[in-house]
């Protein structure tokens, strides 16, 4: 007997119907004699409904509300899920992120799990439950609700997984796992049946959508083997494993594009010692997330200095621009958001050199101008003109050669 | 200065522009220097969406899932009545039913509360917020979820104001206060300035839909002053206030009919002692709630029993009512819902002689057969046949010279 976390995504909780074969498949499980532990996502669509009707209110609504607004969506799925499994004939109970006890900070709408308190849950699989745990959700130490921000549930899935130590954390989506590239875009791309935390991360916090980039951190520190697999099927998906378990690693495990990302550049900043703290310290007291930061080498005692925030923030972004610039001493910000940021990931480059040259040389060959790069251990990302996302994917994939197996 | 609880039903908060006209005058109560606690329901229309998708799973979902879907109900309203008092610079907090520390027995879909513990509303206040409370919900003991029932948003606005000891709970709707019938079916009837708790429970327990029964029952006990007023007008509504406040009691205060009840009669019970407790303590344990109950003098050893219940009662009420015949020795049971409770209620029947008489009497006039009569200090009620519902309420009303100023 085995304990299965398993996470359902909003299309998988899309409908009545699709609620239904979600509980046909939970119970199918429980009846191969394993413990379940559900964590469901709000019905697709449902998310973005309650938002609207915030935003509609106000241009800046209060983030505690937000979150108790939106909170309603995975409390609605839980119950439903629920319901249509007591159905089935299996006993199940729904639990909110307050009564599952998932603790978090105080960052309302994208806040942090400090601790799993599992005593509650435990309690209801020693009752013969299935339980059914709201992803996305927390309170904090005051008993706030908050939440994880887009795409939480994952995170949710694989912190309860950890706190039980559950033996894996399955992660049901509308695609059939990891894929060398996202196939919209890319033709020849291929399912990759393994994948290393560290890759994973990488692809994840470069926009593929399958996983939220925390909760691979969070299964990564503790070992927490995740399954990425399509609810629709019955199909094996992606393992998502320590390093030592993956396959054979290979120079580039994927390639993947960000649109997500906005260009801020800081002209004339004086070149003096804590300039860069007096810029990024009001950003993350803003909560605004930086990505990429360059910053070139001075002339006449100042620098440019470019960075990227995400989109999502970029209101915010503009709401301390002007003050920055000014407290700072620099001339001017400029914000551009018709940028993308694509990226090859793949443990073999930290033992494989060229890996990054062979990058600029596929992308100079079809005429496109690198504007800012990054680069890590396991990665190298590049910020081009928006127009050239899906044709940049295309040829760094092919021409890595990821749509021949690996 | 003073406490304002102020309860908006579905309709005041049925859409963005109401929430904000909601939000408008909660804002005006808070300018004139009063704190203002804020009780909500669910946009109108969304509980029954809720009933609705959990009913599609199943025909008798589980109570306790049902209670936790249709809590997000609250959920939604309270967030947005924040947003939009946040958006027009007041400062509010939402607090969910149990943020709030309202607790209940856990008899899920029907709670009933317990106790309020008020610190966590205080200290709200003394911060300067507007407190802004999801209704119809609480919690349990154990944490779970619980609903009040149906109305029950009225009931936690009066259980806030007993225990903040506000200077008065003020119930907001769609209707300009307490008639001395429903305005649709009687053109004579008139808005009530005050009435007392006594005539206003008898009202409500008859379904006059203008305030939940318990909320009635709470207010007398704590002797809360309510305000029942229009959330579409400035104009003053009806205060429901003890019986010394009210002025000169009149014979008859109001007529009102209530369609929700169903006829059950029991046939050739056995007529020994143990033979009632043996009817209701399973419809007690089913939670079916029983209203009228008649009895007639044995004949040959065995006496029919006629008993009302909720329409909403019914598929519980039949899916025991075999077992109950055969258990009690009794022939057989039927159960007919074409029925209608019309009743007149008024203090001044306690010291008036002769009003039940002349109930009788102008139904008789009309040809409406009366089939079961129960009374109780203040009030008589009289089944008829569902169709002469209508007619009824009119005679009584005109008989008893309602249309009349007071």
């Known amino acids: 007997m085995a304990l299965y976390v398993q996470k359902f995504g909003g299309t998988s909780v899309g409908s009545i119907d699709r609620i239904q074969n979600v509980a046909r498949r939970v119970a199918k499980t429980r009846e191969q004699g394993h413990d379940v532990i559900v964590v469901v996502s709000a019905m697709s669509g449902e998310t973005d409904r309650l938002l609207g009707l915030g935003r509609n209110l106000s241009g800046r609504p209060a983030e505690r509300e937000m979150d108790v607004l939106v909170a309603s969506g995975e409390q609605v799925s839980a119950a439903l899920t629920c319901i249509a499994l007591n159905e089935m004939g299996v006993k199940a109970i729904s639990l909110l992120g307050h009564q599952a006890r998932i603790e978090t900070d105080n960052v309302f709408t994208k806040a942090r799990i400090t601790r799993v308190d599992d005593q509650r849950v435990r309690k209801a699989l020693a009752d013969g439950c299935v339980v059914v745990v709201a992803g996305f959700q927390g309170m904090d130490s005051e008993g706030n609700i908050t939440t994880l921000g887009r795409g939480g549930s994952d995170t949710s899935a694989v912190a309860i997984a950890a706190a039980t130590r559950a033996d894996v954390c399955e992660i049901y989506t509308d695609v059939e796992g990891v894929f060398t590239a996202d196939p919209n875009v890319c033709p020849s791309a291929r399912k990759v049946d393994r994948i290393c935390y560290e890759e994973m991360l990488e692809l994840a916090a470069l926009g593929a959508k399958v996983l939220q980039i925390r909760s691979v951190e969070l299964a990564m520190k503790y070992a927490v083997p995740i399954h990425v697999r399509s609810t629709f099927s019955d199909a094996e998906g992606t393992m998502v494993t320590g390093e030592d378990e993956a396959l054979e690693s290979v120079v580039v495990a994927g390639v993947t594009s960000d649109k997500k990302a ?30 990429m930061i360059i910053q070139n080498v001075a002339t006449d005692g100042t620098t440019d200095l470019t960075f990227t ?42 033992s494989h050199a060229g890996v990054a040259a062979k990058m600029f040389r596929l992308l100079a060959d079809e005429g496109i101008n690198i504007e800012a790069i990054s680069t890590s251990e396991i990665k190298t990302s590049c910020l081009i003109r928006a127009k050239y996302a899906e044709l940049a994917v295309r040829v760094l994939h092919d021409g890595f050669g990821l749509g021949l197996a690996r």
Chains 1, 2 share one sequence.
């Not at 801020?264 to 997330?289: H, K, M, S, W, Y």
């Not at 503009?318 to 920055?324: H, P, Q, V």
């Open 262 to 291: 906005a260009k801020v550049t800081v002209r004339n900043v004086p070149d003096q010692p804590g300039v860069c703290a007096g810029i990024f310290e009001p950003l993350a007291e803003a909560n605004v997330t930086v990505d």
């Open 309 to 350: 925030v995400s989109r999502d923030d970029l209101t915010r972004m503009r709401d301390i621009a002007d003050d920055l610039v000014k407290r700072i001493g620099a001339s001017d910000v400029t914000i551009d958001d018709d940028v993308v940021k694509v990226s090859i990931v793949g443990l073999g480059m930290r």
